[in-house]
Structures are given as C-alpha cells and as structure tokens.
C-alpha cells in the first residue's frame, strides 16, 4: 500500500483549515514539529480511515469519540493508495448528535477506472462487509501492518516486547501462514467425512452380507417353482382347448338366440303394420261413403250457398248505416253533457262566492275583536324586555361560571391522564424488572460454565507441554528402536561373518591359518573354531537381549502414540471450546449490562413509586385549579332569578309577533272590506246569466241541428237483425261447399288407393305365416343352450383357478428371480461398497496425517524454522550498519524445559561488542531502538520478498533523541540504504539536525484556535 493523499477534517488536532497531504512528489520525506503539534495525527489518520483504528485510540471503549476534535460533532478523513496496480479511495465519517449522546459512522470504498475517468464504488451492503473489502484489497490487518511497517510512537517495541508465543503470531501473520489453519480445519472436515464414510460403508457391507445369506435356498426353491409352472401350462393348455370348443358351440346357439329375438321382433313389427293397414283401409272406406253422400245431395247444397252469399252482401250495407247512425247519436250526446256541465259549473261558481262572502263578514268580525287587544300587549312587552336585561347581566356570570368549571375539570383531567401515564410507566418498569430478573435467573450459571471452559483453556499449555513431551519421549523411542534394529543387524552380519569364517577354517587345507596367519595344526583349527562358535553363540545371546529390548521399546512406543492421541485429542477438543468461551464471555458482559440497567430501571421503579404517593407532580397544574376554584365561588349568581328572568325575557318577541300579528290584523280588515263589497257585485251577474242561459253559449243551437240530422237517416235494427239470424241458420253452408267439392275431386284416386292397400294386407298375412314357422325351428335347437352355459361355466371357472395357479407361480418366480437379480446386485454392491471402506480408510489416514502436517506444530512451524535464520540475518546486516558491528541479535525457537526436554519458542537474545548475551531490558533507549530498527525492517523486507504482500511503505516515528550524533547519523544511513526496498518512506522527528537530512519536509504547525496544519518545503 502506497499513500497517493490523505485529506482531514477534525481528526484529532486538526481542523478544517489543513489543506489535503500529496504523497506523489516525494519517495523519502521527514515529518518534523514540535511535540503535540499533530505530526503522527497524520499517519493515525491513515490507519484510521483504512482500518478504523489508530494509536490514540487504540483499546478505547469509544474509539472514535476519543480522537474527534474537541468542540466538533463531525470527523472525515479522506485517503488515496495505490495497490495491486490499481488506486482506491475511502472515506471514512464520524459524526455525534448535540447531546454527544449518540454517533453515527459511514465508510466508503471506491476504485478509480482510467477508462472513464471515475470512481467506481467497492462499498457493501454495511460497514463490515466494506472493511473486509478493504482488508482484503490491502492484504494485511491493522496489527500486522503496525508491526511491519509502521514504527509507532511508543510502539517501536511491539514485536521485542511481546510474549514468545505473540511474537509467533505476528510472524505467522506477516507469513500468511494462517491459511495452514484453515487447511487445517479443511483436511479436519474431511477426515470427519472420510471416517462417518468408512462407518457407513463398514455398515453397508453389513447389511450386504446379511442379505446374501439365503441365497442358496432361493436358487433351490426357483428351480422347484419352474417345473410346477411347465406342468401346469400343460394342464392350462388342455383346459383352454376344451373350453374354447364350448364356447364355440355356445356362440352358434347365441347366434340362433339372437335370430329368435330378431324373428320375434320381426313379427311384431308385421304386426303393427297390419294394423296401420286395416285402419288405412276403414278410413278409405269412410272418405268414400262420405263422398258418395254428398254427391247426392250437391243441388241443395249450391242453392244454400248461393243464398249465403246474398245475406252477407246485405248485412255488410246494413252495417255501414249502423255505424253512421251511432256517430250522430255519439256527438248529440256530448253536446247535451257540455250544456250540463255549463250549468253545473256557474252553479258552483255561484255557490263558492256565496260561501266566500260569509268567511270574509266572520273574518272582518275577528280582526275588528283582536285590534281592540293591542293596548294591553304593548304594556307586557316593556316588562319582558325589562326582564331580558336583568337575564343578561345574570347570564355573564352563569357563562363565567362554567368557563372556571370547564377549565377546572380539564386541569383535573390533566393531573388523572398525568397520574395514568405515571402508573402506566410504574407498570412498565415493573414489568421489565421482573423480566429482567427473570432473564438473569436463567443465566445464573455463566460464571460456574466460564470458570470451568476457563479452567480447562488454563490447562491447555499443561496438556500441549504433556504433549510434546510424550512426542519426544516417542520420537527418543523411535530412535532407541531404530538403534537397537541397527545394531542387532550389525550383530546378524557379524555372526554371518563369522560363520564364513568358521567355515572356510574347516574346510580349508592351507598351512596357514586363514584368521591370524599362524600356522594350521588341528589342534590350533580346534581351538579357533572353538573360539568362533564361542563369540557366535556370544552374539546371538546379545541378539536375542537386544529383540527383547526391541520389543519392550515397541511397547513403549505404543503407549505413548495412544497417550499422545489422546492428549492431541483432548488440546483439540479445549480449543474448539475457545469460540464457546468467547459467547459465554459475550453472555456474561452482556449479562452485567444487563444487571447495570436493572439498577438503574429500579432505581427509577423507586423514584417514581415515591412520586406517585406523594403526588410530587402536576404542581402547577394543581396551583391553577385551585385559583380558579376560589374565583368561582367568588361569582354572585341566584340560579331561580336567572330562570324567572329568562322565563319573563322569552315572552317578548312572543308579544311582539303579535303585536306584529295585529298590525296585519289591520290592513287585513282593510282587505275583507273591498272584497266583500267587489264579491257582491259578482254574485249578481252571474245569477242573471243563469237564469237567462247565456252561460251555455251555442250548444243550444247544435243540439237542435243534430236532432234533425239524426232524423235524416235510414235505419232499422230490426231488418239488421233479422238478416243476422238468417246468416246464421246458414252459417256451415261454406264448408259444404268445400267438401262437395273436395270429393267430386279425389272420390276417384281414394278407390284406387283403397284396392292398393288391400293387396299389401293380402302380402303381409302371409309373411307372417312364413315367420311363425321359422321361429318355432328357432325354439327346438335352443333347447340345449342351458345345459351347455352351464357346462361352459363349469370349465371356465377350472381354467380360471388353474390360472390363478400359474399366476401365482410365476408371481413367486418374479419375486425369486427379483431376489436373485437383486443379490447379484449387492453382490455388485458389496464389492462396491468394501472398496469404498478400503478408500475411506486411506483417505481417513491421509486427512488424519495432514490435520497433524497442516497444524501449529507441522509446516507452519517449520515454515517459521527456516525463515527466521533469514530474519536473523536481515537484521543483523541492518543493525551492524547501525552500530558498527557492536550489536548482534539472534533468534531461538527452542529452549530446555526444567523438566527435560525442549519445548518451542521465539526468543529474541541480543548479545554485545563482548559477545555477552544479556536481556533486552538491561540495554538502553538509543540501543533498544536500534535492535526494534533492524527488526522491524527486516520483517517489512521478509514480507515484501515472502508474505505475497508488498509492504511498500515504511514510516519511522520513535525515539531519535535517545541517539547519540553517531547514532543518528547511522540511522539516516540505513534509512538510506533500505529506501530501495520502499516506495515511500517518513521520518517523524523535532529534532532539526536530522531534518538537515533529509530534502523534503513536511512541516506541522497547530494554531489553537484553528488546529494544526502543515507545509510541505522541498518538492
């Protein structure tokens, strides 16, 4: 990660004033000003926008709040890098309500794209999944990235100070050997796998061989089964023939059943068409009779229908005259009504006037009678308006009155709804303690689970130490075996040595003694092959001690891989609780919150019990209700005097409505006295014309002219009515003379068709003849169907149990065959299924071999043997620059235990100008700086060259006054030397001898009322 540009506003010292830091000009720049000036606020700020922590904050409980300008609520710090080849921003924001009582953050994360010329954003869909972005895209955490590239003020001994097994952590970090861990937990998951894989296989070829154990018996029966079935497909065979005879035989008879039925249906078919011939005939027969008849009558009925005709001609004329002489009769009458209604209507005219003059005389009588009231009512209006003002004046007081009281009541309603949302908060809190108590009743028991996860982690360093010793006793047996095989070989060779030698003295016919060149007399070949089966008799007793020690140690050896597993086991099963401890933890810090808000909660139950008895609220409210109680009771107001007034006040506009009433009384009886004087001169008229007839007009005159019109026509009812009833005694005479016509016309073609249909009665007669004969032959062969239904019945059902028989052979030869064919399956299966055991062991063994390969104590720790020599060495070149070869430091990754053996480590052991070894702590500031330098920058160098992560910046920010001018001096050398390795590298100091060093400065200033701000002098 190379810094591009960091932009800050509120971070710490700084304000808004500080304009943003360019990197890009520069490769190696010193960070000078005074103390407290913001100088490392810069690089927090780094560190704080892309990881969120920074020095200052660091192991706060509201990190965030600690480093925000003080008397700001709003913190953005806003940083560019480069890495991987590509540049990306963050934004990192704080911010903090007025009361300061709560915060909220935002983090962006964006990638420039050179082809558009934009930021493209990289933001999740919360904070965390962004951070793990970031994490991911710069390759390193916060803590590794401190250690590495960062020597932090106050932090230059991070890596020298920690623990021997921190110290292994950091390493292992900076090495990415952590993806050993999750190889590690991989090949753990497949060993489970491979294990419940072999248990299921071991189970399957179980279940396999179990269900091959009868197969013998099913071959056996499937022979059996086979030859019942071959004879009784036989026996079928037979049975099928002779049935299939009968029902031949049955089918020729069903077939002359059928015939039977279609004769029997024949004939009655015949017979119904006889039936419709005879009736076709009877009626031919009466059509002809009836024809004849009225042949022989055909004058008179041509006379009667001439006559009918004449009638008709005569009563059409008649009627017509009829019509006309109704017409006439229709108007005269109308006409005498009109003159009627005339009348009747000017003597209901005349009638209505009459009685509208009497109720105008009898309405003037009243309004004369109602005027004379007048005086009187004037006097009882001024004493109801009187009452209306004392009214008034009492009802301002009645209006005040009610205003306090309503004002009274909601004051009260105030004080009851304040009272209810007190108990309601008293129910509430109440209600949550009793909850809360309740939720922390049941995790009672955290502490007991805590201290006992606790006391078995505690254990774990115990059991790891028991392990490795058990290892290394194993690892000593194994050599001790390996010793004693070896040496029994080398006995085995000698005695084959000697055993040659002893041979070739026996056999040998030389002068000369062929093992120590004397010369070979008998007694000289006796006595050294005496001695040679004395040494081989001598070794094979030593072999034999040896194979007993062999397999004592072998034993031994055994014993302690069991102990060891079961150790191994046991640390594996206590750090697979670790993330359990940590929930318990969690449960428990939850748990005090939790018991904190309890206290407070009935702290508040208590507090707020007390004020809802003392009734210490509502103050004012009560203050004020009482003011206005006692101004009420203040108000003079006689209820009875403001209802007699009322009562008097309500009369007045009564008694000017009428008083009102009798003004129009007045101009009323002006009214009734011109309409009675003009109504009497109307009733007078209209008696006269009454009585003259001039109120009818000139219907007199139609009348008389109708009269005469209707005299003038020439009609007589009863010469109309006589020539109806003779129309009448003729009235079938048409119909007469329409048949007679009908049969002078078909009387011919109805004998015709009469003879016609006699012949074909004649042939159906004597097809019925023919019919009955053949059905009665029909009937004599039928005779035998019954008994041969029966016989066929009889034969069916013989062949349907011999086929029920056959079926259920063959179902049993299915079922065996399935069986068999099933067997050879699992025989299939089983062969299948032991070869699957036999991988699933392999593999069991192979994943059980790289969990212990892939583990803290397998190729990461060998990873860490070999680099820490380059480590050493890196450091060593770095701090022989620094103090002229006056310092040496070396690293040791095993140390002797009290208790024997050696147990693994990472001890950093630094020895003087002297070669004394002596303890980091008894060296000094400057020295002790020195050591954290060329530590420090060689772990950034083995994670350039190493890690997969370039660490490409290196910022220096500790402890240069504890140098000496020589000691400086050798510092800005080997800063020099390294700059190579880095892309960019800040120095941190006040001191102006070493800013002298260096070209471009960035120098930092603070203004108290602006914060600080810098200038960057050199570029």
Not at 669 to 694: C, F, Y
Request: hydrophobic share 30%; glycine share 4%.
């Amino acid at each position: 990660m190379v810094p591009v540009e960091l932009e800050l506003k509120n971070f710490l010292s700084y304000g808004t004033e500080a304009p943003p830091l360019r990197f890009e000009p520069f490769r190696v720049a010193c960070l000078s000003g005074g103390n407290g000036q913001g100088k490392s606020a810069l690089l927090d700020a780094m560190t704080w926008a892309v990881w969120g922590e920074a020095r200052k904050s660091s192991g706060r409980r509201k990190p965030d709040a600690d480093i925000l300008r003080i008397g700001t609520r709003e913190m953005r710090v806003s940083f560019i890098f480069d890495t991987g080849g590509s540049r990306y921003r963050v934004e990192r924001l704080y911010q903090e309500s007025a009361t300061g009582k709560t915060s909220q953050s935002d983090l962006e994360f964006q990638v420039w794209e050179p082809d558009g010329g934009d930021w493209r954003p990289l933001t999740g869909t919360n904070q965390r999944e962004t951070q793990a972005t970031i994490t991911d895209t710069v390759g390193l955490d916060y803590d590794t990235f401190i250690n590495s590239s960062f020597l932090l003020q106050g932090r230059s001994d991070e890596f020298t100070q920690k623990s021997p097994s921190k110290r292994k952590e950091i390493l292992t970090r900076i090495l990415a050997l952590d993806r050993y861990e999750a190889l590690q937990d991989r090949a753990r998951d497949r060993w489970r796998t491979a294990r419940n894989e072999e248990e299921r296989a071991a189970a399957e070829v179980e279940r396999l061989e179990e269900a091959l154990e009868d197969v013998p018996e099913w071959k056996e029966e499937h022979a059996e089964v086979k030859e019942e079935i071959e004879a009784k497909a036989e026996t079928l065979q037979t049975l099928r023939a002779e049935e299939k005879t009968l029902t031949e035989r049955l089918a020729e008879l069903r077939a002359k059943a059928e015939e039977a039925d279609a004769t029997d249906d024949a004939l009655e078919s015949l017979a119904e068409r006889l039936d419709a011939l005879e009736a076709d005939a009877d009626e031919l027969d009466e059509q002809i009779a009836q024809a004849d008849e009225l042949l022989d009558k055909s004058d008179q009925i041509q006379r009667d229908f001439h006559r009918w005709e004449e009638l008709s001609e005569e009563r059409d004329a008649l009627e017509e005259q009829r019509e006309r002489h109704r017409g006439i009769e229709k108007t005269l009458d109308q006409r005498r009504r009109e003159a009627r209604e005339k009348k009747n209507d000017a003597e209901k005219r005349l009638d209505k006037l009459r009685v509208q003059q009497d109720a105008d005389r009898k309405a003037l009588a009243e309004a004369n009678e109602q005027l004379a009231k007048a005086p009187e009512l004037k006097e009882k209006l001024a004493a109801a308006e009187e009452a209306a003002e004392r009214r008034d004046a009492l009802k301002e007081k009645r209006d005040r009155r009610r205003e306090l009281a309503d004002q009274i009541k909601d004051l009260e309603h105030a004080l009851e709804s304040h009272h209810g949302e007190l108990r309601a908060r008293q129910e509430t809190l109440h209600g949550q303690i009793e909850d809360e108590k309740e939720a922390l009743a049941q995790s009672n028991g955290l502490p007991e689970k805590i201290d006992a996860l606790k006391e078995k982690q505690d254990r774990l360093p115990d059991l790891r130490e028991k392990r490795d010793a058990v290892k290394e006793k194993g690892r000593e047996a194994n050599e001790a075996l390996q010793s004693l095989r070896g040496e029994v070989e080398a006995r085995e060779r000698e005695i084959q040595k000697k055993e040659r030698a002893l041979a070739r003295l026996r056999e040998t016919d030389d002068s000369q003694c062929p093992t120590c060149g004397t010369p070979l007399t008998e007694e000289h070949r006796r006595e050294v092959a005496a001695d040679q089966e004395q040494e081989i008799a001598s070794l094979r007793d030593d072999i034999e001690e040896k194979r007993a020690a062999i397999a004592e140690r072998e034993t031994e050896r055994d014993e302690l891989r069991e102990r060891y597993t079961t150790l191994d086991d046991e640390v594996d099963a206590i750090e697979s609780e670790r993330e359990e401890l940590a929930t318990l933890r969690e449960q428990r810090r939850r748990r005090r919150e939790r018991q904190d808000a309890l206290e407070k909660r009935i702290e508040e139950a208590q507090a707020l019990d007390q004020k809802i008895e003392d009734k210490a609220y509502g103050q004012e409210q009560r203050a004020r209700r009482n003011e206005l109680k006692a101004e009420r009771e203040a108000i003079d107001f006689d209820e009875d005097a403001f209802e007699k007034a009322s009562t008097r006040a309500a009369r007045a506009e009564q008694y000017r409505s009428r008083l009102g009433e009798l003004d129009d009384q007045e101009q009323r009886r002006d009214e009734l006295k011109e309409n009675i004087a003009g109504r009497a001169e109307e009733i007078e008229d209209l008696e006269d014309a009454l009585d003259s007839g001039a109120v009818l007009g000139d219907l007199p005159d139609e009348i008389e002219a109708l009269e005469e019109k209707l005299a003038d026509v020439d009609f007589e009812p009863e010469h109309f009515e006589e020539v109806r009833r003779r129309l009448k005694g003729l009235s079938d005479a048409p119909e007469r003379m329409n048949r007679l016509v009908n049969a002078q016309k078909n009387r011919s073609s109805w004998k015709k068709q009469r003879e016609r249909t006699a012949g074909r009665i004649e042939d159906a007669q004597q097809e019925r003849a023919d019919l009955r004969e053949k059905r009665e032959a029909l009937k004599e062969a039928l005779e035998e169907k019954p008994a041969l239904e029966e016989q066929q019945d009889a034969k069916a059902e013989e062949r349907r149990t011999c086929e029920q028989e056959m079926s259920d052979l063959q179902s049993r030869r299915g079922q065996l065959s399935e069986r068999l064919e099933q067997a050879e399956r699992d025989r299939e299966a089983l062969d299948e299924a032991r070869e699957q055991q036999q991988d699933a062991e392999r593999r069991r063994s192979l994943y059980d071999h790289l969990k212990r390969a892939f583990g803290k104590h397998g190729i990461p720790s060998l990873i860490i043997e070999e680099t820490l020599p380059d480590l050493e060495e890196r450091a060593n070149r770095l701090l022989d620059r620094l103090t002229d070869g006056q310092m040496h430091v070396s690293l040791e990754t095993l140390r002797d235990k009290q208790g024997g053996g050696t147990t693994e480590t990472l001890e950093i052991n630094i020895s003087d100008a002297q070669g004394v070894t002596r303890a980091y702590e008894t060296y000094s500031g400057g020295e002790g700086f020195r050591v954290n330098f060329a530590l420090r920058i060689a772990l950034a160098q083995l994670m350039a060259e190493r890690s997969g992560v370039r660490v490409r910046t290196l910022v220096v920010d500790e402890g240069f006054g504890t140098q000496d001018e020589e000691g400086i001096q050798n510092l800005v050398e080997a800063i020099r030397t390294v700059q190579d390795d880095f892309d960019k590298i800040v120095v941190i100091t006040h001191l102006e001898e070493l800013k002298d060093a260096f070209p471009v400065r960035i120098e930092v200033e603070k203004d108290p009322a602006l914060g600080s701000t810098f200038e960057v002098n050199g570029v």
